[in-house]
């Protein structure tokens, strides 16, 4: 469905830095409700740094064009407009070509774009990075394929920096975390290693924690204030649940070493060890409330990758599929053997990242693409990368593609530039609010809130603070819930939702941004 949603009409953004982040480059919103935004080369071209960088070889550096499309509606999910902003940061590379750290806004824009082909200082093998992840609004952090950590400023404009003042870190660049107290990351291993994931603290392993019959380890996600690690075993189509200090697997969901009992999709039950419903994943997370989010390849078994969210009864030993999204459902046109990814909203939406094996014009022609759906399935946003290998009808030699062929993208991370807050409601001496952090995290993270009226007299207006407070986003961008008992009438004598004024929930992160959310009082009567 995305990929029918992104047609190839839309007009390309001229040369100038201005052009490539101006909504000219946008068309009108269609009849479906979707604008689409096309950029050609340009866009990236626009960044003094990649302009350097590529010189006049664009067509071997560059990708041809960047296609986006998107709906308002189906991005916000009924969180209102705080569902449809923010940015999206990738890493786009042409294995053993050029590689680069973007940051794009949801609504149609390159943000920002850095090349890092020579990032790890290696003449002999380009860098390519992998695991991107937002730390916070302003800063990411990245890791290499040979394990190299790097924060980057996006939006301060620097430069990609070491996060390790010495020493190379970890060996594999499939995932990075930042610990809770920021002094240090956790990094899968490589297999031959003898460790499953490390932490790793000023450029050397500092601990190493093995898991049995796991290979491939793919994604290592540290939960529970670090007392808890899942683990996705790609070699064995499993992920583990760990305990960090005793190193005692708790359960493993899939493969032939499995413990729990798997129900798929149709409802089909499959004892421990016996059948497994996905094959080859990718970035197993675990998004709270026993659910665990990820990317099946399908790898080897013929059928379109998916979108899998599962739910795990640790109690009774069982792992429910609770849903399953292709982008193109039909093999081997939605098929991607490695790569992928799978994200939680905050507006309950899912982000994943892919590529085609088989590139079709009535299908797919993009290389790769990082695209939203909603829960019902339906197309919300869209990012098309195009290369120019020509895919013009089907059975070109040019629409197949490879591991070392085309344009990729290993994950996609979602981020706001300050908190998401909706459902601001007073009512029976109650104010309440959810509250999300501006970016995923795998920790609770510290907040703060006021609630502020203005009232106007003889057209001068007057804002004050009526009661404020802390809070703590919950964790894996969860909605924070909040509810504080408020008197209807203030001691300055003003009534809550009734008389001349408004009320809004202001609310701060603890980096120091604010969203101002209005509060309903419709049902108060307020004038």
């Excluded at 195009?386 to 009808?393: I, L, Q, W």
């Excluded at 009320?503 to 980096?511: G, R, S, T």
């Amino acid at each position: 469905l995305l990929a029918l949603k992104t047609g190839e009409s839309s007009t390309h953004a001229s040369s100038s830095h201005t052009a490539a982040h101006s909504s000219n480059a946008c068309g009108e919103t269609d009849a479906e409700g979707f604008r689409h935004c096309s950029y050609d080369s340009s866009a990236l071209l626009a960044f003094d740094r990649v302009a350097a960088f590529v010189g006049e070889d664009a067509e071997r550096l560059l990708p041809r064009k960047l296609e986006f499309s998107f709906s308002q509606a189906e991005m916000e999910q009924g969180i209102g407009a705080e569902g449809s902003g923010g940015f999206v940061a990738f890493s786009l590379f042409r294995p053993t070509v050029a590689s680069y750290l973007v940051v794009v806004d949801v609504n149609g824009t390159v943000a920002r774009a850095a090349p890092t082909t020579w990032l790890d200082g290696d003449d002999a093998r380009p860098t390519r990075l992998e695991a991107v992840k937002f730390v916070d609004p302003r800063t990411v952090v990245a890791a290499s394929s040979t394990g190299r950590v790097y924060t980057w400023a996006w939006k301060d404009g620097g430069d990609l920096e070491a996060a390790y003042a010495s020493g190379d870190g970890g060996d594999s660049g499939l995932d990075v975390q930042q610990s809770v107290d920021g002094r240090s990351y956790w990094q899968p291993s490589r297999n031959g290693s003898g460790s499953a994931f490390d932490r790793v603290a000023d450029g050397a392993v500092i601990s190493k924690h093995a898991v049995p019959n796991c290979s491939d380890v793919n994604h290592a996600q540290l939960v529970e204030n670090e007392t808890r690690a899942v683990v996705s075993c790609r070699g064995e189509s499993s992920f583990a649940s760990v305990d960090v200090a005793s190193g005692d697997v708790e359960w493993v969901a899939g493969g032939p070493f499995g413990t729990l009992t798997l129900v798929d999709e149709d409802g089909t039950t499959h004892e421990p060890g016996t059948y497994t419903p996905w094959s080859g994943q990718h970035n197993v997370e675990y998004v709270g409330d026993d659910t665990y989010l990820f990317f099946d390849n399908g790898y080897g078994a013929e059928r379109a990758s998916r979108l899998l969210g599962a739910k795990v009864d640790a109690e009774n030993g069982t792992l429910t599929i609770e849903s399953a999204q292709a982008y193109v459902d039909e093999f081997p046109y939605g098929y991607a053997p490695l790569y992928g990814d799978h994200d939680r909203l905050p507006s309950g939406n899912s982000l994943g990242a892919w590529w085609p094996i088989l590139r079709s014009p009535s299908r797919a022609t993009f290389d790769a693409q990082i695209g939203e759906l909603s829960p019902a399935g339906t197309a919300a946003w869209a990012l098309n990368i195009y290369g120019f290998r020509a895919c013009d009808d089907d059975g070109d030699s040019g629409c197949a593609q490879t591991k070392g062929e085309g344009w990729k993208v290993y994950s996609a991370e979602r981020g706001m530039d300050r908190p998401v807050v909706h459902g601001a409601t007073y009512g029976d001496g109650q104010l309440s609010f959810y509250a999300h952090a501006p970016v995923k995290l795998n920790h609770l993270a510290r907040a703060r809130w006021s609630l502020r009226t203005t009232e106007w007299d003889d057209a001068k207006a007057t804002s004050r603070d009526v009661s404020s407070g802390l809070f703590m986003f919950d964790a894996y961008w969860r909605g924070t819930y909040h509810a504080v008992e408020l008197a209807p009438t203030t001691p300055w004598g003003f009534s809550l939702c009734v008389g001349n004024g408004t009320m809004a929930v202001h609310v701060w992160d603890e980096w120091g941004s604010e969203t101002v959310a209005p509060v309903d009082c419709a049902t108060q009567g307020m004038a």
